[in-house]
């Protein structure tokens, strides 16, 4: 698996390692906490992992983290799920993530840029002020901290504003992009009960306007909680009856008044996908997201004052999340409300441009669409600035780390990272002062121990395993909402290795310390870096009267695409022909997300079971990979083994 002495594609040069804050970091904890001062980054992460507790009071000391009233102890309960991290704190993450509005208040705090690809500035002290105004009347609207405010918005700046607002006041927030159909937003929602909703009358995308004002007006009828609606008019509309307006809510010259909340208390709820059942409502702390993210930033990252952080991502991701998280090192997030290729497929290298993005994250496939496309961008684009580009969504390809390197810039960091919504963060990923080989994720992360697993729970090293995670992190989630006995949060990670955190990638750790990823080992679709349970597919497509059954598999290609087909078992009578096929695309388009549309449909015989009924998923991805029968799957679990034969043969067609 592990080429023994392969060239590193980039290597760090002194001054940069010298520079990072990962050194600083290093040689002070060294000084202060008893971390090794010798062998570099293995040896501070073995030590992250190791002492745990120590090494995680050195990063809020590091990072200055403000608590109002000091913590007990960092680490009490150690148990996973039910970690109990720095027990009787309380602090306010949107205090940390507006700091900068004290000591730089006319520097840009964000940059927003839509398909014109003109930046616009937002100020520190005019993000500070209008988080203030609307922190101020989410209060006289009655939000109270554990309120759910909920966001159907672009990725622009009145989203960032509201997500601050609703952290100042103690409130939960939660978000899906416009794009997303009514059925796939109430599915979220639904579960959490928000009090109050943001919402746009529509969004731009590939240069057209998409109106959702029929959208929003199903979710009002359909979120019975709702006591307020905030009207942002992107198009230009009206604002509907009984809607409040954005900006008489951000008009205000007030300060923020932060609400103190216990360090465990839920910040957002994100949505991950079950493959049955409703999406996962995944609940992250306050404190928890800070600290993480503090270190994820600012140490791996490498990010401060200076720099411009530039991710492309929509609100229904988690690195929309993630980039927000950017302004708590006091760094200018740069937002992109736009189709990632319009007018042009490099239009995302042009906002970097136009940026001076100093950190610039997109995903795999479309780094890989630019090479397709026989793209330039050192050519065509200044791009002096980029110091880093990093990829996630799906692994990116070695072909894709070759083109960065020979189309971007030869003394480029590369840093392809890997994490998840459940966290909310990477498990592994980028490091400024390693080396970079193609095809690899640099190391793990600091206090994240990171092991490739077989069945048994034995530790492998350049060999592929499971994902796991042997000790707790600070942003794993506090628990799923709607999950009162925990169960539904137990079952999803750590029903294999009890105790242990499984994600559900098989990866190899190296010999050399770093990590390679291929892909999901369950069945949860990952589309352009957006999930979604196949569930969400099935209860769209078997409305339809010609559907008796379905079965949705999303595939890893090793040439960094993705191969997402639909098999439909048909209604006695039903032909699968144009009408039909373009029905079932629709029917996925207007109900859940544009980006979920089948690459194929194909007619089965029938859908193979569990032998209590559920659909199996992950032995038929395995068979259309090529994976033999006998070793996909356990005979004696199916229902109708003959089934499988169908998919097996597909997959050997395919090889």
């Not at 500035?121 to 209008?130: A, C, F, G, K, N």
């Not at 994100?270 to 049955?276: A, D, E, P, Q």
């Not at 392809?416 to 690899?440: H, K």
């Not at 096929?581 to 996925?588: A, D, F, L, P, W």
Request: proline residues 8%; negative net charge; aromatic residues 10%.
């Amino acid at each position: 698996m592990s080429i023994v002495n392969p060239q590193p594609l980039w290597q760090p040069d002194p001054e940069r390692i010298t520079q990072a804050q990962i050194t600083k970091f290093q040689a002070w904890a060294a000084e202060h906490h008893g971390a090794p001062s010798e062998g570099g980054y293995a040896a501070l992460h073995r030590w992250s992992v190791d002492e745990l507790e120590t090494f995680w009071e050195a990063v809020t000391e590091w990072f200055d983290v403000r608590f109002s009233t000091p913590y007990a102890r960092v680490l009490g309960d150690r148990s996973m799920p039910g970690a109990q991290w720095f027990s009787d704190a309380t602090l306010n993450y949107a205090e940390h993530a507006l700091r900068a509005a004290t000591t730089r208040p006319d520097e840009p705090a964000l940059l927003c840029v839509d398909e014109t690809h003109e930046p616009r500035p937002v100020t520190w002290s005019e993000l500070r002020r209008q988080v203030g105004s609307l922190a101020a009347e989410l209060r006289a609207l009655g939000v109270r901290p554990g309120d759910r405010v909920s966001g159907y918005l672009p990725n622009i700046p009145q989203a960032v504003v509201a997500l601050l607002a609703t952290a100042t006041v103690g409130g939960v927030w939660t978000s899906c992009a416009p794009d997303f159909g009514a059925r796939s937003v109430l599915d979220r929602f639904q579960q959490v009960e928000p009090v109050v909703l943001f919402t746009v009358d529509g969004y731009r995308y590939g240069g057209k306007q998409h109106d959702r004002r029929d959208t929003v007006a199903e979710l009002r009828r359909e979120l019975p909680t709702l006591r307020a609606v905030v009207h942002i008019p992107l198009l230009g509309t009206e604002a509907p009856d009984g809607a409040l307006e954005w900006s008489t809510l951000t008009s205000a010259d007030t300060d923020p008044h932060f609400e103190q909340v216990p360090f465990d208390h839920p910040l957002w709820v994100l949505y991950s996908s079950g493959t049955t059942g409703l999406p996962k409502a995944i609940v992250q702390s306050q404190g928890g997201i800070l600290v993480e993210h503090l270190k994820q930033l600012g140490l791996h990252c490498d990010l401060g004052p200076e720099d411009r952080f530039f991710w492309y991502t929509s609100t229904g991701w988690m690195m929309w999340n993630f980039l927000v998280s950017g302004l708590l090192t006091g760094t200018t997030i740069v937002l992109y409300d736009g189709s990632p290729g319009y007018p042009d497929t490099g239009a995302q290298w042009r906002v970097a441009e136009r940026t001076a993005a100093t950190l610039y994250g997109t995903s795999a496939a479309y780094v890989m669409a630019c090479r397709k496309a026989d793209l330039h961008p050192a050519r065509d684009y200044d791009l002096s600035t980029v110091q880093c580009v990093a990829t996630t969504g799906s692994p990116l390809p070695p072909d894709g780390f070759r083109w960065l390197h020979d189309e971007v810039r030869d003394d480029l960091w590369i840093a392809s990272v890997s994490g998840g919504t459940d966290v909310c963060s990477c498990f592994a990923g980028a490091v400024p002062t390693l080396p970079v080989y193609i095809g690899e994720l640099q190391a793990p992360g600091l206090g994240t121990d990171l092991q490739s697993w077989d069945p048994s729970g034995t530790p492998l090293i350049d060999e592929v395993g499971e994902l796991v995670v042997t000790n707790p992190m600070p942003s794993m989630p506090i628990c799923f909402w709607n999950d009162p006995d925990g169960s539904r949060y137990h079952d999803s990670y750590f029903d294999t290795y009890p105790g242990v955190w499984r994600h559900g990638d098989w990866i190899t750790v190296t010999s050399r310390g770093s990590v390679v990823i291929h892909g999901r080992s369950d069945s949860t679709l990952n589309r352009q870096g957006v999930r979604m349970g196949s569930a969400d597919i099935y209860e769209a497509v078997e409305r339809l009267p010609e559907i008796k059954e379905s079965l949705v598999i999303g595939i890893e290609q090793p040439d960094g695409g993705y191969w997402m087909p639909l098999f439909v078992h048909l209604a006695p009578g039903a032909t699968l022909d144009e009408t039909l096929v373009n029905r079932i695309k629709q029917t996925i388009r207007e109900q859940l997300s544009p980006r979920h549309i089948p690459d194929d449909i194909i007619e089965v015989p029938g859908v193979p079971h569990t032998l209590t009924g559920k659909r199996i998923e992950v032995p038929v991805k395995r068979l259309l990979q090529g994976t033999p029968l006998d070793k996909a799957v356990n005979p004696g679990s199916i229902d109708n083994l003959e089934l499988l034969h169908f998919y097996e043969d597909l997959g050997r067609k395919r090889a």
